[in-house]
């Protein structure tokens, strides 16, 4: 068993390790050395399927702001890490992809373990693609706490 860390071998990567013994724990901390910024969030990959991705950040003193809440911009580093998931488990290998633009609406405070989830519809043409993923970001109560957009651009080869 080799761990991949080629972006776009994340798919196979989860399938591989998935149902081994700290598996999801392997791949999440995969994810964190090769985005180490994405790392300082500590995300935990708890789904990826092509196009789909749903992660967790867990609250911690390191991720709170002074208002006893969640910071946004660990909110912003969740839903980055949920959106290029989701895109890069879709992109086939050869493919790249960088994030163009982020937007995060902020809906209310967020605390306690958040999960992020997001849907890409990867174009199936070789090229270069803009596109645009969206992530909901939701607390232990299933509410809604902030929604992330981002525009990607992703590269399939030929």
Do not use: C
């Not at 290998?93 to 995060?104: A, C, F, S």
Request: aromatic share 6%; glycine share 10%; hydrophobic share 45%.
């Amino acid at each position: 068993m080799k761990l991949r860390l080629d972006p776009t071998s994340i798919l196979t990567t989860w399938k591989t390790f998935v149902d081994k013994p700290f598996g999801k724990q392997l791949v999440s901390k995969a994810i964190g050395l090769m985005a180490p910024y994405t790392g300082t969030i500590s995300p935990q990959v708890v789904d990826i399927a092509p196009g789909y991705a749903r992660v967790q950040m867990r609250d911690r003193w390191g991720v709170r702001n002074h208002l006893k809440s969640l910071h946004a911009v660990a909110l912003m580093n969740l839903g980055e890490a949920s959106t290029g998931l989701a895109v890069m488990s879709a992109v086939p290998p050869g493919g790249r992809g960088i994030v163009l633009e982020l937007g995060m609406t902020y809906l209310k405070k967020a605390r306690g373990t958040i999960t992020a989830e997001a849907r890409a519809a990867i174009p199936e043409t070789p090229g270069s693609h803009d596109l645009w993923v969206e992530g909901e970001l939701m607390n232990a109560a299933g509410e809604v706490v902030a929604r992330a957009r981002a525009r990607w651009r992703i590269e399939i080869p030929v």
